[in-house]
């Protein structure tokens, strides 16, 4: 369930819950992304998960096992605009 739309306001807002607590994660800050790396084959996908840290975390994986992939939130939205099309490669430099 990890991005939704919140209706706030009269808009309708792409937001990020916690897989865990079923919660708005409001700062990136406070949130992961999570996910089994598989097999890292070419062109597989696998689910993400969102979590509150460190909290959240630490309820899913006991509850589920630990998730070896990670990365934190605030990193997502450039992410996702290189894997859309919107940015040149900058992040692929560093
Ligand atoms: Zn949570």
């Not at 919140?6 to 406070?30: H, M, N, W, Y």
Request: glycine content about 8%; hydrophobic content about 35%; proline content about 7%.
């Amino acid at each position: 369930m990890p991005i939704m739309i919140c209706f706030e306001k009269g808009l309708s807002c792409p937001t990020v819950v916690c897989d865990q607590c079923e919660k708005r994660i409001a700062q990136a800050e406070d949130g992961g992304y999570f996910f089994s790396p598989g097999t890292r084959e070419e062109g597989t996908t696998v689910p993400l998960i969102f979590l509150h840290k460190p909290r959240c975390n630490d309820r899913y994986s006991a509850k589920h096992g630990r998730l070896e992939g990670f990365n934190e939130l605030v990193v997502l939205p450039d992410y996702l605009a290189e894997t859309l099309g919107l940015r040149p490669k900058t992040w692929s430099m560093l």
